[in-house]
Structure formats: structure tokens, C-alpha cells
């Protein structure tokens, strides 16, 4: 099984939709992290949780939300999906600080979310 | 506001040929990461820099880091057709504020 894997792969939903994307995670990791890829523009940070209190906005939260139900289990939502958060949605994982030159994320495979 | 400019964004050339992708970030950061990552699939990680002047290598890809100018490269050594990918640059902070802000990414093909 994948260290960090996340469903669905791929979702199509129509405009004014709530959808949720799930992630979940093997490597006992505290930290998670949401992403989303666009092409042109590398992958930019959603939300991320330091520990399962700790949630902090990342640079483009506007339009969606988090909940960390367990350490192993962080959900992204979107409230009402509009066409521009078509996307491709990366969870992610990392070592705890202190790891210096070895301190590494996991990434699980993606979900491509298309809204129509 | 940390951003991490690479360049090209697009990038074509010929098997056997070598050359550079370029990556700089707007302020201090700790860590640099170099990602590789296939059309629809997820993001390998390739190597984690840390210190000035360093320098690793894996294969025909070496990556090394000059913290001063804040500049990564990428460099390709006699490219083959299987390194067609993305790849993406990416920085953080350690000490407790780690998380990715990544480069847009180079598109790289390599041509028979």
C-alpha cells in the first residue's frame, strides 16, 4: 500500500457542488499538507496541519476548508466548487524537524478534479 | 513573500546534449528540493540541498546550491529520452515552519 494515498483519483462535479477529497497516511507522519498543480504555476500550498490542532491557512485557502479527523487523516473540502478550482490536488506528508539534509516529503498520487 | 523563480519553463533538446535548469528563490530558506515528476503522476524527489556549495549526483542529474546568490541548478549531463519530465524546485524553512514553496516547474523533452 501507498505511504500516503488519496480518493478519489479522478472527480468530475458540476458547479456549486460540496465535494471532499480525502488523504491518508502510514508514515506516522504529524505533518500534512494540501496542494494544488496547475500548469504554469508549480504546486501552491492550500492548508497545512502541524499536529491534529494545528491547521494554518497556506497561500490560496479562499474557497476551501480542512478538517484533521486523526493523525493519519487530513480531508480537503470544497465548499461550492467553481470552475477555476479545476485542478490536480496533491496531499502531502514530511519528517519531523530536526532532520536536517534527510528531512523529506511524501507525496501521495494526486486527484485530478474537474469542475464543470 | 518567498517566491522561487526556475527557468526555462520550457525546455527541448536533443539526446546527448547537456544543459542547465535554473532555480532562485526571493529570500533565506534552509532547505533546497529538486523533484521530478512524470505526466500524471506524482512528484519523486530527486535531492534535498542544504549547505553552500553543495553538490550531489544521481546518474546523469547534478544539482548544487549557492545559498548566496540563492540560486539552485539542475544539470543534465548527456540526456537520454527516459529524463523527459517535469521538474521542479522547491524551498522551506526547518525548525519547526517546514513547508514547500515550490518553482513553477521546467517542461523538459528530450529529442531522439
Known amino acids: 500500500d501507498a505511504d500516503v494515498t488519496q480518493t478519489p483519483r479522478n472527480r468530475i462535479t458540476k458547479t456549486g457542488k460540496r465535494i471532499m477529497l480525502e488523504c491518508s497516511q502510514t508514515k506516522g507522519h504529524d505533518r500534512m499538507y494540501w496542494y494544488r498543480q496547475d500548469p504554469g504555476l508549480g504546486l501552491r500550498l492550500i492548508y497545512y496541519?502541524?499536529?491534529?490542532?494545528?491547521?494554518n491557512k497556506g497561500e490560496i485557502s479562499d474557497g476551501y476548508s480542512v478538517s484533521r479527523q486523526a493523525q493519519a487523516k487530513f480531508s480537503l473540502s470544497l465548499e461550492s466548487a467553481i470552475p477555476n478550482q479545476t485542478a490536480l490536488y496533491f496531499c502531502a506528508t514530511s519528517d519531523p524537524p530536526g532532520q536536517g539534509a534527510k528531512h523529506g516529503y511524501t507525496f501521495g498520487s494526486g486527484t485530478r478534479l474537474t469542475v464543470v | 513573500e518567498l517566491k522561487v523563480e526556475q527557468n526555462p519553463l520550457f525546455l527541448s533538446m536533443q539526446e546527448g546534449k547537456n544543459y542547465t535548469i535554473y532555480c532562485n528563490y526571493s529570500?533565506?530558506?534552509?532547505?533546497l528540493y529538486w523533484y521530478r515528476q512524470d505526466p500524471g503522476k506524482s512528484l519523486e524527489s530527486l535531492f534535498v540541498?542544504?549547505?553552500?556549495?553543495a553538490v550531489k549526483q544521481e546518474g546523469r542529474l547534478m544539482a548544487s546550491l549557492d545559498t548566496k546568490a540563492r540560486l539552485s541548478t539542475l544539470h543534465i549531463t548527456a540526456a537520454v529520452h527516459d529524463l523527459s519530465a517535469t521538474y521542479f524546485c522547491a524551498v522551506d524553512r526547518a525548525f519547526g515552519n517546514e513547508k514547500l514553496t515550490f518553482g513553477t516547474g521546467t517542461r523538459l523533452t528530450i529529442i531522439p
Open positions: 496541519s502541524f499536529d491534529v490542532k494545528d491547521i
Open positions: 529570500t533565506t530558506s534552509d532547505r
Open positions: 540541498l542544504l549547505s553552500n556549495g
